[in-house]
């Protein structure tokens, strides 16, 4: 239960967006960007240079910024070693030829991000936040205190304390809509899409409280992908597994009960549909009093991600903000 950031070879991150959080827009842009020159057998030059910030409308550290929240939510990919940035799966699926939400007006595209973001432990604050900080409310000083104890406690050399408040704020002004200060305009208070999941709320001057609970506008499908995620990333012989256990799906770092902010009832309600989203490929069963999810080896998975398209093909209405 006490998930990868335990683990011994992790590596904490907390800098690469330059402290500017996801902005509208960003994630098609770097999309674009790379599709038009992923044929060429080097072009990291896309996101580098005086030409990147023509090519973007921003400054160096924004083009850094985007380069960095493209990668994190799986838009684009940059193998290790390659001087090629390639088109992600998903970035395709979204963003690409008859992609499902080109201009991101759809919150199952804002779900899939937050999980990317949140669901692995490759941005540090993200995925201590939703997976294993205790308290639902707190004040911005608990998360940099909690994140600097465990730090230290792990032994995580050269981690400054600004570089964590820098992080920390980043992290609350990406889920948290900002208050429109002096001639600053609507799009400011507004910078970030993740805003409309209302997965946290301002309660006060600093004071903030996460959101647990149903919600309304995360699709079926995008909470089959995210089990499937979750489930074949879990262990390297996940496919080789016949069933993944409640308590897993509801309470591990790193599964949809944590990363949604979902109450166990919630999971429970999600897990009763499994059947009819994925056409029996996965069956929900508490015989012999285990609750648990069943692979049905007579009936293959289709592709995680396939999974989504059902929920952008049926109407959706944004909950109150």
């Known amino acids: 239960m006490r998930g990868p950031l335990y683990e011994q070879e992790y590596r904490p991150q907390f800098s690469g967006h330059e402290t500017f959080p996801l902005r509208y827009g960003w994630l098609k842009k770097a999309f674009d960007a790379v599709a038009e020159t992923d044929t060429d057998k080097e ?6 240079g005086e030409d990147a910030i023509a090519r973007f409308g921003v400054g160096k550290n924004m083009v850094a910024s985007m380069r960095h929240w493209a990668n994190a939510a799986g838009i684009i990919e940059e193998p290790q070693g390659s001087q090629v ?3 992600a799966e998903l970035g395709e699926k979204l963003f690409g030829d008859g992609g499902l939400d080109p201009y991101m007006e759809h919150p199952s595209t804002l779900w899939l991000i937050h999980w990317l973001l949140a669901s692995r432990p490759t941005k540090t604050t993200w995925f201590w936040a939703f ?5 639902v409310a707190f004040e911005r000083d608990h998360l940099e205190k909690g994140l600097l104890r465990l730090a230290n406690e792990r032994g995580w050399g050269r981690v400054a304390n600004k570089t964590v408040e820098n992080d920390v704020s980043c992290f609350i002004r990406t889920y948290v ?3 429109p200060k002096g001639h600053s305009g609507h799009d400011d208070a507004l910078e970030s899409p993740l805003t409309e999941l209302g997965l946290i709320k301002a309660v006060g001057k600093g004071s903030f409280r996460f959101v647990r609970g149903p919600k309304s506008t995360l699709g079926n499908g995008v909470f089959v992908y995210a089990l499937l995620d979750f489930w074949g990333r879990r262990s390297s012989t996940a496919h080789a597994t016949a069933t993944l256990s409640f308590e897993a ?9 944590r990363v949604f902010l979902l109450d166990e009832n ?5 897990l ?3 059947e009819d989203v994925t ?9 012999t009093g285990l609750r648990q999810v069943v692979r049905d080896p007579g009936k293959e998975l289709s592709d995680p991600l396939s999974y989504v398209d059902a929920d952008y093909a049926a109407p959706v209405q944004w909950e109150a903000a």
């Open 43 to 48: 072009n990291k030059s896309v996101f580098l």
């Open 177 to 179: 809509a900002q208050r």
């Open 279 to 287: 056409g029996g490929a996965l069956r929900w069963s508490e015989a």
């Open 85 to 87: 940035i390639r088109r």
């Open 272 to 274: 009763v549909d499994l």
């Open 249 to 257: 799906i509801a309470q591990e770092p790193g599964g949809p009960g």
């Open 131 to 135: 997976n294993h900080f205790p308290a």
């Open 266 to 270: 919630d999971v429970a309600d999600r």
